[in-house]
């Protein structure tokens, strides 16, 4: 949208312009055809001339407030009006509105007679009648060459194209010549030598059986316009034009992080998943699950309320919703709900300009949060390597400008390098994740790993991708001495440490038990000998008791003797002999 | 061998039968203005009617400035052109008819031949 503005400030500068109203057109010449001025459509048989001039009209008429007149040479006006009534133009209902005169000039060598001098006032006169009844701004005659064809004083025709062309300039209509493509010139007799102003060149291709259509902008004077050639299309709404060029590096990069739909991704992909607006490429070789990856992340974008458009070059809609309900994605509701939209197409139906062109009118139509395509490496049937680069660059370019999320996934053939990927993109290629084989043990198992990941701290770890009904599961594999364990290998591995673990856990509960054991021994051992020792003091504590027994009743004795020997000094009574207290717990 | 001969409608019997047609001529001079070529294109019609066509043919001048709408009905580009109307089929000549040859070729008065 900024390219619109920016041009739309360039036509204050520049000639006055009449929009076309044609998609893509306005954007490459900067705002339309100079307005009040000729403009020379030239192309061979078949180029979309005819159709170009009546869009011009039609939508002058019908979204610019500017009549047109259409001056016929070799279509009635029936004729033009069945031709162009399949893109949703109804002439009859603009001519019936005054918005739109149609007038058929028939000129045919057989009926006429030159015998002298003339000119073709008539023919101006008519044209000018015409313009005046319903006051025309624009002016197409399709084709002029028709007169050499009915007349044959060319030098009377020469002159009188030269003051056609001036007086349309005088009108001050803006007109639009078509011209058939001459050999080596634009045009067979020369027209885009009276109109300078504009020369517009129209081309239809045919490469290996398969037709592109482009535009070019020849000159342009005045103005500063896109030197490329454009492919454009012609379908039910007309022609529209892609302005498909690389729109250099200047893209916003969003801070935003999406989930590509499958929680341990997005764990590797840093914890948050991808980046919105940028680019993830998925590769591996057949039957690896990238379709399964693919229709994961549109599942994700759609669960997020926003749209997915999908493009499948290998499997029609019904097929791939089957298929995904395989693995427990129903992405039946989005279909529904039109949040995910599906455009199956073969490769070969189109040339690659062409499937650029259909893919940018879808996406300038829908406005998807995020595209899948699927595979990319299925253009390398119609076109080269060197093309299908520039293509995807371009594309690339054009869905990171509008902050468009783009999957891509490319199959890898058998024999090449994992690494090589096939269009040599993977530098413009933001996440690129890589699915591959592991076979070991006699079978056949799927490893994921992320390849690069710009800005993010991604996982470096080769995970094992499982496909099971309930979606896609990402389990860890076993970096063993042999190498990666997947599959079966895996699990046995898995009971393998599980038996391990157990045997461990079995050990440990047997040495709890011993030192148990052990403890309660020590206490039984610890009890025994406290009763021993009590029972040893309990002795002592006897013994001290007999002694004192022994001693108090031998000092009575010895008073009792003192008393009967009647003594003389009475007897010191000696104190008890000093036992040592035993103190009792 | 002398039927065959006769069998297509060769163009001097057309021009032989229009001759003899004892009917009115309808021409019609389509201009645009009064310029020199419509004026000489008119002059040298009206002689050459005289000539060939006396008391026969009927002349309408269609100014296009005037009737501008006119000259789509009759297929017009070129000024000045004579239409002949009747008999039919119609028949055109552009120019201002002073190739006389040509003009009585193209109104099929006589045989370009002879």
Known sequence: ?585 | MKAKKQSPPSLQEISATAVADPDVWELRLYVAGQTAKSQAALANLKKLCEAKLPGKYKIEVVDLLVHPHLAKGDQIIAIPTLVRKLPEPIRKVIGDLSNTERTLVGLQLRPSGS
């Open chain 1, 1 to 585: 949208m900024g390219r619109t503005a920016t041009n739309a400030t360039a036509v204050k500068h520049s000639l006055p312009k009449a929009r076309t109203g044609i998609d893509g057109l306005d954007q490459i010449t900067g705002g339309g055809l100079p307005r009040g001025r000729p403009t020379l459509i030239c192309g061979s048989a078949g180029s979309g001339k005819t159709l170009f001039g009546i869009e011009f009209l039609v939508r002058g008429a019908t979204q610019f407030g500017e009549p047109g007149v259409f001056l016929a040479f070799e279509e009635t006006p029936e004729e033009l009006a069945q031709n162009v009534r399949s893109l949703g133009f109804d002439l009859e209902q603009l001519t019936d509105e005054k918005k739109l005169a149609v007038d058929y000039v028939h000129v045919e060598r057989s009926e006429i007679e030159e015998a002298g001098e003339y000119d073709l006032s008539a023919l101006f006169i008519r044209l000018g009648h015409a313009i005046d009844s319903i006051g025309a701004k624009r002016v197409v005659l399709d084709t002029l060459e028709t007169l050499f064809g009915g007349l044959s004083d060319t030098a009377v025709l020469r002159a009188e194209l030269r003051r056609l062309f001036r007086w349309l300039k005088d009108k001050g209509v803006s007109a639009i010549i078509t011209g058939e493509r001459g050999d080596g010139t634009l045009t067979r007799q020369g027209l885009e030598e009276y109109v300078s102003d504009c020369v517009i060149l129209l081309d239809h291709r045919v490469n290996d059986q398969l037709s592109t259509r482009r535009l070019r902008i020849v000159k342009y004077r005045g103005t500063v316009h896109g030197t490329n050639e454009y492919p454009f299309l012609i379908d039910e709404n007309g022609i529209s034009v892609l302005p498909i060029t690389s729109m250099g590096l200047a893209q916003e990069a969003s801070e935003e992080r999406i989930s590509t739909g499958i929680a341990p991704l997005d764990t590797m992909l840093g914890g948050a998943g991808v980046y919105r607006g940028s680019s993830v490429l998925v590769t591996g070789t057949a039957g690896t699950g990238k379709t399964s990856l693919a229709a994961h992340f549109a599942d994700a974008t759609c669960r997020r309320g926003e749209r997915c458009l999908y493009f499948s070059y290998e499997e029609s809609q019904s097929q791939l919703v089957r298929n995904m309900r395989s693995i427990g994605l129903d992405l039946e509701p989005w279909l529904k709900k039109n949040l995910l939209v599906f455009h199956a197409s073969r490769p070969d139906a189109h040339g690659l300009e062409m499937h650029l062109a259909v893919l940018h009118k879808l996406v300038e139509k829908l406005e998807p949060h995020s595209v899948v395509i699927d595979p990319i490496t299925t253009f390398a049937n119609v076109g080269s390597s060197r093309e299908i680069e520039s293509m995807l660059i371009r594309l690339i370019d054009f869905l990171k400008s509008r902050q468009i999320t783009a999957f891509f996934t490319s199959l890898t053939r058998g024999g090449n390098a994992l690494e090589r990927s096939e269009s040599g993109i993977s530098s413009i290629i933001d996440t690129w994740m890589l699915l591959r084989d592991i076979e070991l043990g006699g079978e056949r198992n799927r490893g994921l790993y992320v390849l690069k990941s710009r800005g993010m701290s991604h996982s470096n770890q080769i995970r094992e991708f499982l496909l099971t009904a309930r979606g896609v599961e990402i389990k860890d594999v076993y970096v063993g001495p042999e190498g990666v364990l997947t599959g079966s290998m895996r699990l046995a591995q898995e009971a393998r440490e599980q038996a391990v673990a157990l045997t461990r856990q079995q050990e440990i509960e047997r040495r709890q038990r011993d030192i148990e054991r052990k403890r309660r021994s020590v206490e039984a051992q610890a009890a025994a000998l406290h009763g021993q020792f009590e029972a040893e003091q309990e002795e002592l504590m006897r013994l001290i008791e007999q002694e004192q027994a022994a001693a108090n009743s031998s000092l009575l004795d010895r008073e009792r003797m003192a008393v009967s020997r009647r003594a003389d000094n009475p007897i010191q009574v000696s104190a008890s002999p000093q036992i040592p207290t035993v103190r009792r717990k």
